[in-house]
């Protein structure tokens, strides 16, 4: 370097296939001292930086573990990792260790695998081809020495990836000088057939897979794609970019430095159309170009990616890249939502979902009819997005806060100068804003996306009649409006209560996942608040509180609509993380309030009940249990006993199982916690065993007395430990008189449980005309068919039923993945089976005694629980006689029902509101 004054150089070194490492010597003394260098940095820091290179990226060996160890590092500890040097022989240096921790990357196998990483040295031979194969073999096998071994166990849903890296063309040594597995991707494959039979597959050779070329890197590539490698059910998960159901090996590609003859940026279209071949990689049997193209076609048959890298940072984020495709999953926790409660030309269903690892989201709006949701969405947001967006936010406490985000967002904040995207505020504000310009795919280093949207984990769509708008929230940052009609977005809103350090980190290529806006969403009526359309949005797991907006005309969305936000420092300090609905209602004296559970996390641990204005936010009432210790309390639901259209009693359970009767009748000033203060009820397992509500209750009035009965279920599904959990958790319907304990409950059974028509069932209790006399409600556990299933959506009660769903959470090394659960349905005011079958169980357009099973005497019940494979369910919705019901699995479920009292029961009921 002849004049270091003018500042820090990059040396790039394109070297052929054998290329080992470079020389640099740096005469420091003859260096004159400056302050600063052109880049901004000092000279010392660019020294510090040629040093760094030096030790640890001047050679491709270099790089590549550089970029692997980065990548890596934020891998998490619920995958298997093995190891294995390409110029091995024989069998693969470090297999899966299944006998520690069941092979997960973590403890002693994690730091085995980085000991192996670092300690490679340099080969040079490339056999690439026998290199696959042999991790194919290995996956392949059931052997000891395979990844199933001793102590391991064999499961047919799992997903097996190689993540093949190469600094060099593949070539041949002693292993593989007489390689041969022939034309596979040249030739059909055989029919293949999925676990339930409703999928079939059959390879056909054509473009851009086949090729006239035997022998080649592809061809191993596909062979362990195309071929089912293992006897065991065919049930491995799908995605759009590979269809594969059987077991079978995705393959991904990196290239560090050296490029193809082929962009796969631009020819993969040539090479589907027949402008453009793959070449012939194999003969003359040379090091050429070819073979860097045989390695992207070997990923194209393998269903993965393929990558050049030519640093170690490009090389890291092609990992993180293919390490995120490894684990993304399709999921829904979010209701499905409709646009009508009978079948008309243009009902509509819309469900929300997310894909896990790249952390995108999606909505979509199918048509639903009595035949059932169609299969193809009629709109996707992600597709919906305009070029020009209308983003609002709120940063600060001051009103002059309020505005475009790109305004005032915080670009102090949204800066990033470390890692490896390094971006200044204003390019991250406009990354967040929608710009792809700056993405990796796009020349630069920020985060590629799929889409725009972010995640949807746990906020529902919610949709407006009024306005045909649907509005929910996403963890990029943003409560989206939607036009129902078309999806096309409105506006967004970003709280100022997010934690906005946390939100520049989306556009880093090694994001992990947080929540930013994945709380419930409501919105009042015109009804309800005369010409306005009010809409109170939590920010849930994202954060503490909620905000208000005036989406009367979402279409014209400005500033000025910007209500309140009670959201992060500025929510009230009882209030936590709001996950339950809130609840709009008439207070007595004619205010229209928003009522709000203060929900988990806290600063006081307490469970206390907000009654706000709904028109600034301002808190016109708490109501401090004064149970503290990590509680929280749960949505709220309202009942109007008097029929004047204000609202007299709200009721709503906590984490510690108690069920609270909040008196709101009178005046401000007099409302109070009902039964001297105490709860109505406690939730306890038949040992004692508090028995947590996280979800809301559902209201009724049972027309024989007059008594208002209060119906939930108990369970927890919001931490770690959480997923294990195996207590009993229940079902409860309570009469609201008084203090009420278990003992003053009627025990219900799960007396059935089976397999009809395909799907999981249950059946409950024989139907009984009225409560036992005495009884004061029912309970019914939840024990069959496993300990552990829970209650952690919202009841909901139509006609002389109740509905609820149930969750049975995922357990280790099974391929319920997405877990499991049911749609019960048992009678109100009894717990009991109800009179008449309430799921058309068989499809067939009646209810009768087909939709029935026998109990151990050869008595007749009617389905009362139903699975409908859609993982842990949330709660459905009703759409005339069709049940449509979203689940963890991301996709959709129905099942006729027969509207059991139908609309003449619920005129019995018009005085508990929201029912």
Same mark, same amino acid.
């Given at each position: ?20 490492? %470079? ?34 990226? !001047? ?19 619920? @995958? ?21 921790? *069941? ?20 080969? *040079? ?85 086949? $090729? ?9 590539? @596909? ?36 490029? *193809? ?93 997310? %894909? ?32 020009? !967006? ?32 390094? %971006? ?17 795919? /796009?020349?630069?280093?920020? !985060? ?45 809103? %970003? ?12 556009? $880093?290529?090694?994001? *992990? ?12 009526? !015109? ?78 641990? #307490? ?119 195996? =207590?009993?958790?229940? @079902? ?50 939840? =024990? ?13 009660? #139509? ?13 280790? /090394? ?9 749609? /019960? ?54 759409? $005339? ?16 029902? /027969? ?17």
């Amino acid at each position: 370097m002849s004049n270091p004054q003018q500042g820090a150089w990059e040396i790039r070194v394109n070297g052929g296939a054998k290329y080992s490492g %470079v020389k640099l010597a740096v005469e420091i003394a003859t260096v004159p001292e400056v302050e600063q260098t052109p880049t901004g940095r000092s000279q010392a820091d660019e020294l510090k930086n040629i040093a760094t290179w030096y030790s640890y990226h !001047r050679s491709r060996l270099k790089t590549g573990k550089a970029g692997a160890s980065e990548a890596f590092s934020q891998l998490g500890s619920n @995958m298997r990792v093995g190891y294995d040097s390409i110029s091995k022989k024989s069998s693969v240096s470090y297999p899966i260790p299944v006998g520690t921790a *069941g092979g997960l990357f973590q403890g002693a196998n994690r730091t085995k695998w980085f000991q192996l990483l670092h300690d490679q040295n340099a080969s *040079g031979w490339t056999p690439l081809r026998s290199a696959l194969r042999r991790t194919g073999e290995y996956i392949k096998s059931d052997a000891a020495w395979g990844p199933v071994g001793a102590g391991g166990q064999a499961i047919s849903c799992r997903q097996n990836f190689a993540i093949l890296t190469t600094d060099g063309y593949w070539n041949t040594n002693d292993d593989d000088s007489n390689f041969s597995i022939g034309n596979v991707d040249g030739v059909d494959g055989q029919e293949l057939v999925s676990a339930d039979g409703k999928a079939k597959f059959t390879y056909k050779a054509i473009a851009p897979y086949t $090729d006239s070329v035997g022998n080649t890197l592809a061809d191993v590539a @596909m062979y362990y794609w195309k071929n089912d490698l293992s006897s065991l059910a065919n049930n491995v998960p799908t995605s759009a970019a590979n269809p594969a159901f059987w077991q079978h090996m995705v393959t991904f590609g990196v290239s560090i430095g050296l490029k *193809g003859n082929l962009d796969p940026a631009v020819d993969l279209p040539s090479i589907v159309n027949g402008t453009k071949n793959w070449g012939d990689p194999v003969s003359p049997n040379s090091e050429t170009p070819r073979r860097i193209d045989d390695l992207w076609h070997a990923a194209v048959n393998g269903r993965g990616k393929f990558v050049v890298a030519s640093n170690s940072d490009e090389f890291a984020r092609s990992l993180v890249d293919a390490l995120a495709t490894v684990a993304a999953r399709l999921g829904s926790a979010s209701n499905v939502t409709a646009n009508s409660t009978s079948f008309q030309s243009d009902t509509r269903v819309y469900q929300a979902s997310y %894909v896990s690892g790249k952390w995108t989201g999606e909505v979509a709006a199918y048509d639903v009819s009595s035949a059932g949701v169609s299969a193809t969405p009629q709109w996707l947001a992600s597709n919906k997005i305009p070029g020009i !967006r209308k983003i609002f936010s709120w940063y600060g406490s001051e009103v002059a806060g309020k505005g475009t985000f790109a305004a005032v967002a915080p670009t102090a904040i949204l800066a990033r100068e470390n890692g490896l995207a390094v %971006v200044t505020g204003p390019d991250n504000r406009d990354y967040l804003a929608g710009s792809s310009a700056l993405e990796t795919r /796009n020349g630069g280093k920020l !985060r590629d996306r799929d889409t725009l949207l972010g995640d949807i984990a746990n906020s529902s769509p919610m949709y407006v009649r009024d306005t045909e708008t649907l509005f929910v929230g996403a963890n990029d940052g943003m409560l989206h409006a939607f036009d129902a009609l078309t999806g096309a977005e409105r506006f967004a809103y %970003v709280p100022r209560g997010i934690n906005w350090t946390q939100l520049a980190n989306l556009s $880093d290529p090694q994001y *992990g996942h947080h929540y930013f806006v994945d709380g419930p969403v409501v919105v009042s009526t !015109r009804v309800q608040t005369p010409n306005k359309n009010y809409l109170v949005g939590a920010l849930g797991r994202g954060g503490k509180g909620v905000f208000g907006l005036d989406v009367t005309a979402p279409g014209s969305f400005a500033k000025q609509q910007i209500l309140w936000d009670n959201t992060g420092d500025y929510a009230p300090t009882n209030m936590g993380q709001v996950l339950g609905d809130p609840l709009v209602v008439t207070l007595n004296g004619g205010k229209k309030g928003v009522i709000v559970s203060n929900g988990i996390n806290s600063s006081t641990g #307490t469970a206390s009940l907000f009654i706000l204005d709904i028109a600034d936010g301002t808190v016109i009432k708490e109501l401090n249990t004064g149970v503290t210790g990590d509680n929280g309390l749960s949505a709220p639901r309202g009942a109007d006993i008097d029929g004047n259209g204000t609202v007299d009693f709200v009721y709503a359970g906590d984490l510690k199982g108690n069920l609270w009767k909040f008196d709101l009748n009178g005046a401000e000033s007099e409302w109070k916690i009902a039964n001297g203060g105490a709860a109505m009820f406690a939730a306890k397992d038949s040992g004692g065993k508090a028995q947590p509500i996280t979800a809301g209750v559902a209201l009724a009035r049972n027309p024989a007395d007059g008594k208002i009965w209060v119906l939930f279920g108990t369970g927890s599904f919001m931490t770690t430990a959480d997923m294990t959990n195996t =207590d009993i958790q229940s @079902m409860y319907g309570v009469i609201d008189e008084g203090i009420v304990s278990r003992g003053d409950l009627a025990k219900r059974n799960i007396t059935v449980e089976t397999t009809k028509d395909g799907r999981n069932v249950r059946a409950f209790d024989p139907n009984r005309p009225a409560l036992e006399g005495g009884k004061k409600g029912w309970v019914i556990d939840l =024990d069959k068919p496993t300990a552990g299933e829970r209650i952690v959506s919202n009841p909901r009660v #139509t006609g002389t039923v109740l509905l609820t769903a149930s969750l049975i959470p995922p357990t280790t /090394n099974t391929c319920d993945a997405g877990g499991t659960g049911y749609i /019960n349905a048992v009678d109100v005011f009894t717990g009991t089976s109800v009179k008449d079958p309430y799921f058309d169980s068989n499809g067939d357009g009646q209810y009768n005694d087909d939709d029935t099973v026998k109990d151990e005497n050869g008595n007749d019940l009617p389905v009362g629980s139903i699975d409908l494979g859609v993982g842990m369910p949330t709660m459905p919705t009703i759409i $005339d006689k069709l049940l449509v019901v979203g689940g963890s699995k991301g996709n959709v479920g129905t099942v006729p029902v /027969n509207p059991q009292g139908g609309a003449a029961r619920r005129l019995s009921w018009r005085e508990v509101m929201g029912d």
